[in-house]
């Protein structure tokens, strides 16, 4: 079965920093884009960050583009995601997501059919 298993949330300071981890398993992902995504309960999901198959290229949301970073480590086969300068909006549940693209960086969720269960994030004032 495969599963993609989010890591790293948890209770913040604004301003502090926070690195989320996201592990398959069951199979490797290195030849796709993989994105995090994050919900806040009633509203929609919302894209945060996308990082290509190889990790050469990536894309933000607008909230996030200069404070976040994705990377990959294929070897280790595993995608991170660096937050730094959290502020209290920054508050949801991340997902973890792999895209059904290699090269295309999409901040759909629908072009993602792997999703992980989330990890909490949650920043305080």
């Known amino acids: 079965q495969v599963q993609l298993v989010e890591s790293g949330g948890g209770l913040v300071q604004a301003g502090g920093s926070l690195r989320l981890s996201c592990e398959p398993s069951g199979r490797t992902f290195s030849s796709r884009a993989m994105g995090w995504f994050r919900q806040v309960p009633g509203k929609e999901r919302e894209f945060v960050a996308a990082?290509?198959?190889?990790?050469?290229?990536?894309s933000y949301g607008n909230s996030v583009t200069g404070r976040f970073t994705i990377s990959r480590d294929n070897a280790k086969n595993t995608v991170y995601l660096q937050m730094n300068r959290l502020k209290p909006e920054d508050t949801a549940v991340y997902y973890c997501a792999a895209s059904i693209f290699r090269d295309r960086l999409s901040g759909n969720f629908y072009d993602y059919d792997y999703w992980g269960q989330g990890t909490q994030v949650t920043v305080s004032s």
């Open positions: 990082v290509t198959g190889n990790g050469d290229k990536s």
